[in-house]
């Protein structure tokens, strides 16, 4: 009898022997995607929310020059104050569930802002600044824990989110007051408090999630303040960071005082944050093209120092807008690049946690200057030149710091199990 021919391979013929395992369904990690992006949205719109507000405000409340500084600096302050105790909550409660309580904070923060007087609305900006500075300081951390094989990715998609957060609350916070008649307390809250409900709603079954993993890694506590790279990362996360907040605080006032109106301030703000995300969202792109990070750290300061030096020098108003698209480019993929070398000079959850508490702790005190500065500058010398000239020599040591906490490596830091 001849020999049958043999039959064309099939593909599961061709299928390995030990296959990877491919889960049943994506809904989970498209859930924790959904989940992270609201968060992200939630953790910035409550505060660039108050700046195309600052006028309305100051004339409502009877609020100093300095007092309307120091409004715009808290939130600031709050971040980094709260990021050194987000790692050492996370430890003994869990990260997730710390983020949990934070969501709610920012909502008990945000709904006290309804409440009569100057000191409801600097007691709720407190709480909601505190909040956001938890959770900022433990998502990098869950991001390299729950997306280990897309880090850079996963990072440029939750700050594009962060930015897009930032760019919703400066536009649609003067037309919601005008809208709903109830000046800037209605519109504050309008912003936030939906937004923070259905964040904590999405964001609860990933804590629970959590609670039933029996398999997770013993916390351990990283030391990394003698490293020399955590401190370049540091510096550059602080630089960027002082500059975003006086954008976020400053930027529609610089504007009106350039001849442009209320409502065109804030959208210009907006789209300041709009292209921001697009630099953002085309980080991890530029990334996988090129051997280390300088130079897009390079890149993002220029860019910053170009725009702000347009925002208060170019014919106002086409130059004015033109620049803030050069700023947004900056200041989106520079907050980009600051997340992302977090997780990328990091080898572990732990260290990324780590880094994260010490570059988001130090960098946001060292940025509440920022605001306060610029105001009080601008009080004191009755224009934008003082302040401008200060923003760019901030932009070059963003620069330096870039070069070398954007070269390839990662952070030696000691570390061992957290005492009970």
Same mark, same amino acid.
């Given at each position: ?63 100093? !020059? &300095?007092?309307?500084? *120091?409004?715009?600096? %808290? /939130?600031? +302050?709050?971040?980094?104050? $709260? @990021?050194? #105790? ?43 600044? !505190? &909040?956001?500075?938890? *959770?900022?300081?433990? %998502? /990098?951390? +869950?991001?390299?824990?729950? $997306? @280990?094989? #897309? ?53 609860? /079954? ?6 039933? @993993? ?63 995300? @697009? ?142």
């Amino acid at each position: 009898m001849p020999t049958p021919p043999p039959r064309p391979p099939t593909l599961r013929d061709t299928a390995p022997t030990s296959p990877v395992p491919i889960p049943a369904r994506t809904g989970p990690a498209i859930g924790a995607l959904i989940a992270l992006a609201l968060v992200a949205l939630d953790l910035r719109a409550p505060v660039t929310a108050v700046a195309p507000l600052l006028g309305r405000l100051r004339d409502d409340l009877g609020l100093s !020059a &300095a007092a309307v500084s *120091a409004l715009t600096a %808290l /939130p600031v +302050l709050c971040l980094g104050v $709260f @990021a050194f #105790a987000g790692p050492v909550l996370g430890r003994r409660y869990g990260e997730a569930r710390v983020v949990l309580a934070s969501l709610i904070l920012l909502a008990v923060g945000a709904t006290l802002r309804l409440l009569p007087g100057a000191a409801a609305l600097f007691v709720g900006t407190v709480l909601v600044g !505190a &909040a956001i500075g938890l *959770a900022n300081v433990l %998502l /990098p951390g +869950l991001i390299r824990r729950r $997306f @280990a094989g #897309a880090v850079a990715g996963v990072t440029a998609f939750y700050s594009a989110f962060l930015t897009l957060g930032g760019a919703s609350g400066s536009a649609v916070a003067p037309p919601l007051a005008d809208a709903t008649g109830w000046a800037w307390r209605g519109a504050l809250a309008l912003v936030a408090v939906p937004l923070s409900i259905a964040a904590i709603l999405a964001w609860w /079954p990933g804590v629970r999630a959590d609670a039933r @993993a029996v398999d997770a890694p013993t916390p351990q506590r990283v030391r990394l303040w003698r490293d020399a790279t955590a401190w370049r990362v540091t510096v550059f996360f602080a630089a960027q960071a002082l500059l975003a907040y006086v954008v976020f605080g400053w930027l529609p006032t610089m504007a009106q005082d350039r001849g442009i109106g209320e409502a065109q301030s804030g959208l210009l703000l907006s789209l300041t944050s709009l292209v921001g995300v @697009a630099g953002a969202a085309l980080l991890p792109a530029v990334y996988r093209r090129l051997p280390d990070q300088r130079g897009p750290a390079v890149l993002v300061a220029v860019l910053s120092g170009v725009g702000l030096a347009g925002i208060v020098l170019a014919p106002a108003p086409a130059g004015v807008w033109a620049a803030s698209v050069i700023l947004g480019l900056g200041q989106g993929a520079g907050f980009a690049v600051a997340l992302s070398l977090i997780g990328l000079r990091t080898g572990n959850g732990d260290e990324t946690s780590a880094l994260s508490s010490m570059a988001q702790g130090t960098g946001f005190l060292i940025a509440t200057i920022g605001p306060l500065g610029a105001g009080l500058l601008h009080e004191a010398s009755g224009g934008w030149g003082v302040p401008l000239a200060t923003l760019l020599a901030v932009c070059a040591i963003q620069a330096a710091a870039g070069l070398g906490a954007g070269r390839a490596g990662q952070v030696r830091g000691g570390s061992g199990p957290e005492a009970a």
